[in-house]
């Protein structure tokens, strides 16, 4: 079985540009959440999407936005890029909202320049 | 404020013996703590996890001990093996009915030598 892919792998934007992280999960998984992991730090909490709706959002400003397709795959939209939102962006699925554990993807390297 | 803390950012361990990784927490709301593995360029990919009823949960090598009075996690691995030489998270879920969310450490990283 296919595990939760991310897509692309690698990106670099400029300061001010938008972008949109792609994600599809283990199949049968409902539920998609994504997290920002800063270099040298621990992946931060984003979004969590369960049957298209947001079950739950961390402390990010609005330039950050997602959705979530019938298909359960997921987007992430960052608005009016920053310095520092140069971060690797993981994506993670799970059966429910209230699993056990999650599944991650190898995540998406942004760069800002 | 830092919710989950690892403490040591890196642990050198022979092969063979004992590595034992640290975790402190301060929300006594977290419901369930998970340890990640995380090599170069890979997802975190789980690899144990204990209840907040529970003290102790074990799988194979790995055995997870909680503390709850003093909110300190460890996770021991024995016998170590060059290949268990990755970055380590601990996590911690909060949980409602309909939502949760991790609070991840910053990262031990495990170096096991021959």
């Known amino acids: 079985d296919a595990g939760v892919t991310q897509s692309p792998t690698h990106l670099i934007k400029t300061r001010g540009q938008h972008v949109t992280l792609r994600c599809s999960p283990i199949?049968?998984?409902?539920?998609v959440s994504w997290y920002q992991q800063v270099l040298g730090q621990g992946p931060q909490f984003i979004f969590q999407y369960y049957e298209k709706e947001e079950r739950g959002r961390g402390n990010f400003p609005d330039r950050f936005s997602a959705r979530q397709f019938p298909n359960y795959s997921s987007e992430l939209n960052v608005n009016a890029l920053l310095l520092g939102d140069s971060a690797l962006y993981l994506c993670?699925?799970?059966?429910?909202?209230?699993?056990?554990?999650?599944?991650f993807g190898s995540g998406t390297q942004l760069s800002v320049l | 404020d830092q919710q989950v803390k690892q403490n040591s950012p890196s642990l050198s361990v022979q092969e063979g013996r004992i590595s034992i990784l640290n975790c402190d927490y301060t929300?006594?709301?977290?419901?369930?703590f998970l340890w990640y593995k995380k090599y170069p360029a890979e997802g975190p990919t789980f690899l144990i996890s204990i209840s907040s009823i529970k003290d102790k949960n074990e799988d194979g090598r790995f055995t997870v001990f909680l503390n709850k009075s003093a909110k300190h996690l460890s996770l021991h691995i024995v016998p170590s093996q060059p290949g268990d030489s990755a970055v380590y998270f601990c996590a911690a879920r909060i949980s409602t009915g309909t939502a949760s969310k991790l609070t991840f450490g910053t990262g031990t990283r495990l170096q096991v030598t021959l």
């Open positions: 993670a699925s799970s059966q429910w909202t209230v699993n056990e554990k999650l599944f």
């Open positions: 929300n006594s709301m977290f419901d369930y």
């Open positions: 199949s049968g998984h409902k539920s």
